[in-house]
């Protein structure tokens, strides 16, 4: 009999909703039945495509005494982190400061009041590697929680009172300059892995955020370090077993310093970030290399994660049959000499080994190999290795597919659509903006109230029930922003305008200027999370700081400049000491010192070539943070176009920058060069 996950949206709480534990959502239900029964609660984090999560779900949440031992002694609480990323940063916090480490799955045992005071991930069901087994930990927190209970509170009280201390150091509301910048760049230059590319060791992770500062610093100073290690970066990660050879797209992120094996998780976030990437990296370069792996990619996100209502989903398992029943991780993606020789014949399949570097003994597991594409003497035949991938990519569309979580975010979709709109613009692909356009819409439509508040998620297009965090105003908002530019549709930038208003006034504290991640009237927790660092994405804080930057650029708000400006300053902290995690808030700062600089290009039609070709020509300039709105003279779409009239009957581009504007150019030239095109 289904427990009481059956009617929730999240693919993961969905996955448990046959589990014999009986399972409630986050709820002050959940904790109002705790308090009635006088039990602890146990919470348990995770999300839809974690191998571990799946594996203790198979061991111990499907195991009936397990499920009945905890139906007698707790409220069991299942939370996906993807839904309800303000529990998990709230709890997990208290988990690293605890252990150390943190992790999923997050297991956590509160008192009714929702106060943690014990926790964990991953437990075995039997004692393994010196970790107890789960029922042992389940029995000495029901010991614990009837025998000790005022030990149980004052560990509980004390983990709340220190959370409450844990304030961030914001320091000074100074945006950093050139010297702080300077400075980050060193940092990062201490931490890269010259042979391989990267930072630091293993595993790797793929640094987006911090590649899109070191294109934007390069734009703006010149520097050819800075560009070097973009370049150098993802060309490895695009060579190794990350970048997926034959289908496009990024896993998770690689298990070892070379790139080789990958996490194999597919997520909507990593993609849609790298997609960007490699188009700015294409726009500063001109790399046909850059170029193929930035469509391959948004041509996955498109082809593989987008849904029925036009919304992109979170991710590909990592997990797959491997063809015997058994889910085994990677199933999907690795192949054998004996299978290259089955699909190719001998002939090809020697030299698909040598194009993909696989090898007798394997690079992964059980003698298969992950597909890379690693630099060799001598020149391939390009028509008989695009006919092998071809036929590669056949036979694995055979083969049971990972599973995919359906499950919309908001957030991510922002980052999709700012992606999918910049890489369609820049390689003549209308298709790639219409699905960012889609993306966009169902947004507006499904997870946008009246007052143009968010819901964070969507599931078949129906909304979820939690509201948005400040990432998905954040990210949003740039996407929309991304959307306008390219459009030439002024729609999105008032959205976006309203969106960020909610930034102003329910996410930023109106005395230090510092950002919460949760809205000053959302759910309190045993504390409202905040957190400027950037994780697998950008921090909420970071990219709402982008956002409030680019939107004041193309409307001259002066609240949103100083919102920006003040947000910034924890940049100025943390960016010399820890670039790699903070990498979007570096990006964000080089595009305030450069200006940003806001363009104007009219036409007599948006139709019209030359205006076409002008408004393309400042979409692939490469100063930090440009902002672009394109129309007629007499629009009223964007508040840039307000009296730039046509010069001399033709079209034209009107360049401005820290209050100060060059003569308008007919030139695509001459706007080339004015934007560092």
């Known amino acids: 009999m289904p427990n009481r996950l059956a009617h929730e949206t999240s693919p993961y709480l969905l996955q448990h909703a046959d589990n014999p534990v009986d399972w409630w959502p986050w709820s002050a239900d959940a904790f109002e039945e705790a308090r009635r029964r006088d039990v602890p609660v146990l919470l348990s984090v995770g999300y839809s495509s974690c191998h571990w999560c799946h594996v203790m779900a198979h061991e111990s949440f499907e195991d009936a005494a397990t499920a009945a031992f905890l139906g007698e002694h707790f409220v069991s609480v299942k939370v996906d982190r993807e839904e309800r990323p303000d529990v998990d940063a ?244 690795v192949w054998t000499l004996a299978q290259l020789r089955e699909v190719l014949g001998a002939e090809d399949a020697e030299l698909a080994a040598r194009c993909f570097g696989v090898t007798e003994e394997g690079t992964f597991e059980h003698g298969a190999s992950v597909l890379q594409l690693p630099v060799q003497e001598g020149v391939f035949d390009a028509d008989r290795v695009e006919s092998v991938r071809r036929r590669l990519l056949a036979e694995r569309a055979g083969r049971p597919a990972p599973g995919r979580d359906d499950k919309v975010v908001a957030a991510w979709n922002g980052l999709a659509i700012a992606a999918l709109a910049e890489t369609g613009a820049y390689f003549d692909r209308p298709d790639l903006v219409e699905a960012a356009v889609g993306a966009a819409d169902l947004l507006v439509r499904l997870h946008m109230d009246e007052h143009a508040a968010l819901l964070r998620t969507s599931k078949d297009g129906r909304a979820g029930a939690n509201a948005g965090v400040l990432e998905d105003y954040a990210d949003v908002a740039e996407g929309f922003l991304a959307l306008a530019s390219v459009t030439g549709e002024g729609v999105w930038l008032e959205f976006a305008g309203l969106l960020l208003g909610h930034v102003l006034t329910r996410f930023t504290d109106p005395e230090s200027g510092a950002l919460y991640d949760t809205a000053v009237d959302a759910e309190q927790l045993i504390r409202r999370p905040q957190d400027p660092t950037d994780n697998a994405t950008p921090s909420g804080w970071s990219a709402a700081a982008g956002a409030l930057l680019g939107y004041a650029a193309h409307t001259g708000s002066e609240a949103h400049r100083t919102a920006a400006e003040r947000a910034l300053g924890v940049v100025g902290a943390l960016g010399p000491r820890v670039p790699r995690f903070i990498g979007w808030g570096l990006a964000v700062a080089e595009a305030l010192l450069d200006g940003p600089r806001e363009v104007a290009v009219v036409g007599p039609s948006l139709d019209d070539a030359a205006a076409r070709a002008l408004h393309r020509t400042a979409l692939l300039g490469t100063a930090p943070g440009t902002v672009v709105a394109y129309g007629t003279p007499d629009s009223e779409e964007f508040p840039l176009l307000a009296d730039r009239p046509l010069v001399h009957g033709e079209p034209a581009a009107y360049v401005c920058r820290d209050f100060t504007c060059d003569a308008p150019t007919t030139d695509p030239d001459r706007l080339r060069t004015a934007l560092g095109g």
């Open 90 to 333: 709230v709890y997990m916090e208290a988990v690293q400061a605890a252990t150390g480490q943190g992790g999923w799955p997050m297991t956590v045992f509160l008192t009714p009041d929702a106060e943690p005071f014990y926790f964990g991930t991953y437990f075995p069901p039997d004692p393994r590697h010196g970790m107890p087994s789960f029922g042992q930990v389940l029995e000495g927190v029901r010991q614990a929680w009837q025998t000790r209970r005022d030990e149980v509170a004052d560990v509980a009280g004390k983990i709340v009172r220190d959370l409450a201390q844990r304030e961030i150091g914001y320091g000074t509301a100074r945006p950093p300059g050139e010297e702080e910048l300077a400075q980050a760049l060193l940092a990062l230059t201490r931490e890269y892995d010259a042979r391989r590319g990267g930072f630091g060791g293993a595993p790797k992770f793929p640094p987006s955020m911090v590649i899109e500062f070191l294109l934007r610093h390069h734009a703006r100073t010149g520097s050819e370090g800075a560009l070097q290690m973009a370049a150098d970066t993802c060309e490895r990660m695009a060579r190794g077993g990350m970048h997926d050879q034959l289908g496009g797209g990024f896993a998770r992120y690689s298990v070892d310093r070379d790139w080789v094996v990958p996490h194999f998780e597919k997520m909507l976030y990593d993609n849609a970030l790298l997609c960007r990437v490699y188009a700015h990296l294409w726009r500063a370069t001109g790399s046909d290399f850059a170029r193929r792996v930035a469509l391959a990619t948004a041509d996955f996100m498109v082809r593989e994660l987008r849904t029925a209502e036009g919304g992109f989903a979170s991710a590909l398992d990592a997990d797959s049959d491997d063809g015997t029943g058994k889910h085994v991780e990677g199933a999907y993606y």
